[in-house]
T-cell receptor
Framework: KAGVTQTPRYLIKTRGQQVTLSCSPISGHRSVSWYQQTPGQGLQFLFEYFSETQRNKGNFPGRFSGRQFSNSRSEMNVSTLELGDSALYLC????????????FGPGTRLTVL | GNSVTQMEGPVTLSEEAFLTINCTYTATGYPSLFWYVQYPGEGLQLLLKATKADDKGSNKGFEATYRKETTSFHLEKGSVQVSDSAVYFCALSEDTGFQKLVFGTGTRLLVSP
């Protein structure tokens, strides 16, 4: 079974631009969560989607948004990029919400110049 | 709120040495506890988990026991290998029915031959 895939793997953007990251969960998994990893703040939860609905949201500004499609694929969008948004963005999937185990993708490395 | 505290790294060991990485947590309810490992340039891989008090998770020679009385989940391995060099994250899954992991800051392990 294929794992979680994320595209693109690397992105370079400039301040003020917006960016969209994509995540395809493991086949059959319906819950997708997003995390931001930075050297200063570590790993922080962004949001979780299940059955195309946002179930939970972390403490991030409204510039960070996401959505989930009927095939469980998910996208996250960051508008008006700031230097501090440079990070590794990790996507994780689970069979359903409330499941104990999450399976992580390789991440998208975003650099904001 | 819920939190996870890990020992500062890096932890530097010689091959075949005994490993302990300390992890303590603060949580309401009955969280599940996890150890994830991150190799350079990759996402997170689940190493082991425990879902209730006194459970012992184990995988690839690594072990950790869920100690509710000391709110701890220390990671141990009897004999480390160079290939174990990575960053190790302790995490908890909140007992809310939502899919959110709270991570520690990570501990880098360096094993020399």
């Amino acid at each position: 079974k294929a794992g979680v895939t994320q595209t693109p793997r690397y992105l370079i953007k400039t301040r003020g631009q917006q960016v969209t990251l994509s995540c395809s969960p493991i086949s059959g998994h319906r819950s997708v969560s997003w995390y931001q990893q930075t050297p200063g703040q570590g790993l922080q939860f962004l949001f979780e989607y299940f059955s195309e609905t946002q179930r939970n949201k972390g403490n991030f500004p409204g510039r960070f948004s996401g959505r989930q499609f009927s095939n469980s694929r998910s996208e996250m969008n960051v508008s008006t990029l700031e230097l501090g948004d440079s990070a590794l963005y990790l996507c994780a999937s689970s069979p359903r919400t409330g499941w104990n185990e999450q399976f992580f993708g390789p991440g998208t490395r975003l650099t904001v110049l | 709120g819920n939190s996870v505290t890990q020992m500062e790294g890096p932890v530097t060991l010689s091959e075949e040495a005994f490993l302990t990485i300390n992890c303590t947590y603060t949580a309401t309810g009955y969280p599940s506890l996890f150890w994830y490992v991150q190799y350079p340039g990759e996402g997170l891989q689940l190493l082991l988990k425990a879902t209730k008090a006194d459970d012992k998770g184990s995988n690839k020679g690594f072990e950790a026991t869920y100690r509710k009385e000391t709110t701890s989940f220390h990671l141990e391995k009897g004999s480390v290998q160079v290939s174990d060099s990575a960053v190790y994250f302790c995490a908890l899954s909140e007992d809310t029915g939502f899919q959110k992991l709270v991570f520690g800051t990570g501990t880098r392990l360096l094993v020399s031959p």
